[in-house]
Structures are given as C-alpha cells and as structure tokens.
C-alpha cells in the first residue's frame, strides 16, 4: 500500500495561486493513477484532478478546468496540484488519492488510499 501526505495549502487572496504538494511513501508510487478531491463543510466529497501512472493523460471538472493543473514527479513520488485564479468556492480541504484501477479515475469510490487533506481558504 502507498501512504499519502499533502502539503502547500493556505490562505490567499481571491485570483491568487497555490501549488499543493502529496507526497507518497511505501509501494511504488508510478504504479498508481492518482487524483485530488476537496471536500467544504457541509459539502460532499467533490473530484478536482486526476492523472495516469505516466503523466500522459489529465482529466478535470468543468468546475476548475483551465484554472488548475495536476502533475506528478514519479522520480520524487511526488503528486502536484497547481492552483491559479483562485476563488471563494474553492475554498475547501484538498485530498490526495490513490487508485489501483487502470485508468484516469474520477470517482472517490474507485481511489483506494487518501491523505490526511490540507486546508485552502480563498477569501474575498
């Protein structure tokens, strides 16, 4: 199994830019497909990125295409997310996860190993 630690979250400015870190130990990380979700009080579990073992294929939500980039640095078992023209809504706990299922993956359900989370407020 992988273990999961997310970092680089804060408070910033509404239009401003974040870049959360996750990083992994224990199993290989290149071997997973990864994703980061969020989660606001009172909200549900919402999916914000995902990306390949490789790199080679993203996926996002409408909700934040073209404002956020995922990434990954398999050499430094390292999952990125950068985070520009930031909003209010966004404001949430940022989750990184792991998925043993072929693919890009969307759904919660299918990752099978989360981090603690790292909190990012967007204030007006």
């Known amino acids: 199994q992988v273990q999961l630690v997310e970092s680089g979250g804060g408070l910033v400015q509404a239009g401003g830019s974040l870049r959360l870190s996750c990083a992994a130990s224990?199993?290989?990380?290149?071997?997973?497909?990864m994703g980061w979700f969020r989660q606001a009080p009172g909200k549900e579990r919402e999916f914000v990125a995902a990306i390949s073992w490789s790199g080679d294929r993203t996926y996002y939500p409408d909700s934040v295409k073209g404002r956020f980039t995922i990434s990954r640095d398999n050499a430094k078992n390292t999952l990125y997310l950068q985070m520009s023209s930031l909003k209010p809504e966004d404001t949430a706990v940022y989750y990184c996860a792991a998925s043993d299922l072929n693919g890009v993956r969307w759904s919660s359900g299918e990752y099978d190993y989360w981090g603690q989370g790292t909190q990012v407020t967007v204030s007006s």
């Open positions: 224990g199993r290989t990380f290149s071997t997973y497909n």
